[in-house]
């Protein structure tokens, strides 16, 4: 079994990022917002090289913001810098985190014996296009072992029967303690326990072969099929106690016609699924997703 450490490098010539730091808020609606967290970026030596709002007014009155700023001692001076914005923060409500852009966030894919979506991440990880650490993949069948291992990432055989079930999901969080800040569900054909989304809220992101709310649950593409459906989709989304009900952070769609019988749609969504999967995690490892009640506001 490869570690981390022997994970091949990869340069994708982006720049350099040390002194970046990114800031997402979501409070209230109201004036001067905007006026004045870019008055205390200003005031604390930050240039704001991107910004992105949204407002819901009228209908939710909640307003979202995303910053990207440089800062200069990065090390020193943001500890500092988030100190002092709590008492911006407690002025106008603001829910609100701040994140180092080149901290790169970990992974945990979990698989079944459907590949593409794994792939997908693997590629982009592998030419630099996906800026995380993908910390080990685990899988309830063995038969991605030797493909996720030519990539030097480590393979967790962790099987599950209805038997085994407590046991394996056990193992899979003692596996994931402390060495991964997502999990990445890439046609992983269980049923997570709500202790385990618990422990990752709004962390889980989950590839569902449908454009939902349509088609819940087990064997999509056979109820699109029955149902005669014109377009065919996937959706990326955060994983809650719902099945397939959390916040959706990304979907797209193909048409399809009478011709294509359930094998056809399968190999159409295939597609669909795994660039739907890589966009919604990209997105996140970015920091440019905010959750608000069972909605996603995605700065992309």
């Given at each position: 079994?490869?570690?981390?450490?022997?994970?091949?490098?990869r340069?994708?010539?982006?720049?350099?990022?040390?002194?970046?730091?990114?800031?997402?808020?979501s409070?209230?609606?109201?004036?001067?917002?905007?006026?004045?967290?870019s008055?205390?970026?200003?005031?604390?030596?930050?240039?704001?090289?991107?910004?992105?709002q949204?407002?819901?007014?009228?209908?939710?009155?909640?307003?979202f913001?995303?910053?990207?700023?440089?800062?200069?001692?990065?090390?020193?001076?943001?500890?500092?810098?988030?100190e002092?914005?709590a008492?911006?923060?407690?002025?106008?409500?603001?829910?609100?985190?701040?994140?180092?852009?080149?901290?790169?966030?970990r992974?945990?894919?979990?698989?079944?014996?459907?590949?593409?979506?794994?792939?997908e991440?693997?590629?982009?990880?592998?030419?630099?296009?996906?800026?995380?650490?993908?910390?080990?993949?685990?899988?309830?069948?063995?038969?991605?072992?030797k493909?996720?291992?030519?990539f030097g990432?480590?393979?967790?055989?962790?099987?599950?029967?209805?038997?085994?079930?407590?046991?394996?999901e056990?193992k899979q969080?003692?596996?994931?303690?402390?060495?991964?800040?997502?999990?990445?569900?890439?046609r992983?054909?269980?049923?997570v326990?709500?202790?385990?989304i618990?422990?990752f809220?709004?962390?889980?992101?989950?590839i569902?072969?449908?454009?939902?709310?349509?088609?819940v649950?087990?064997?999509?593409?056979?109820?699109?099929?029955?149902?005669g459906?014109k377009?065919?989709?996937?959706?990326?989304?955060?994983?809650?106690?719902?099945l397939?009900?959390?916040?959706?952070i990304?979907q797209?769609?193909?048409?399809v016609?009478?011709?294509?019988?359930?094998?056809?749609?399968?190999?159409?969504?295939?597609?669909?699924?795994?660039?739907?999967?890589?966009?919604?995690?990209?997105?996140?490892?970015?920091d440019?997703?905010?959750?608000?009640?069972?909605?996603?506001?995605?700065?992309?």
């Open positions: 079994m490869s570690s981390p450490s022997n994970q091949p490098q340069t994708n010539g982006a720049q350099d990022k040390s002194g970046r730091a990114r800031m997402l808020i409070c209230p609606d109201r004036p001067g917002i905007v006026a004045a967290v008055h205390f970026l200003y005031e604390h030596g930050a240039n704001i090289v991107q910004s992105d949204y407002t819901m007014d009228p209908e939710g009155g909640m307003f913001i995303r910053f990207e700023f440089d800062l200069n001692d990065l090390d020193k001076e943001l500890p500092v810098l988030v002092d914005f008492r911006v923060a407690d002025r106008f409500e603001m829910k609100w985190h701040t994140f180092r852009a080149s901290r790169k966030k992974l945990a894919i979990l698989v079944s014996k459907e590949d593409h979506c794994l792939l991440l693997l590629w982009q990880w592998q030419a630099g296009d996906l800026n995380a650490d993908i910390a080990m993949v685990i899988s309830n069948h063995p038969d991605m072992r493909l996720v291992e030519s990432i480590p393979f967790h055989h962790v099987p599950v029967t209805a038997d085994t079930k407590v046991e394996a056990r969080m003692e596996l994931v303690a402390d060495k991964a800040d997502i999990i990445v569900l890439a992983y054909m269980q049923i326990s709500p202790k385990f618990e422990h809220p709004n962390r889980i992101i989950n569902h072969h449908s454009f939902l709310p349509a088609f649950g087990g064997k999509p593409y056979a109820q699109a099929y029955n149902r459906v377009i065919i989709g996937a959706t990326a989304h955060y994983v809650t106690e719902e397939d009900g959390g916040p959706i990304e797209d769609v193909q048409r016609s009478h011709r294509d019988n359930v094998e056809d749609l399968k190999r159409i969504g295939r597609t669909i699924e795994r660039v739907v999967l890589a966009r919604a995690v990209k997105w996140h490892i970015e440019r997703v905010l959750v608000h009640q069972n909605k996603t506001v995605v700065f992309n």
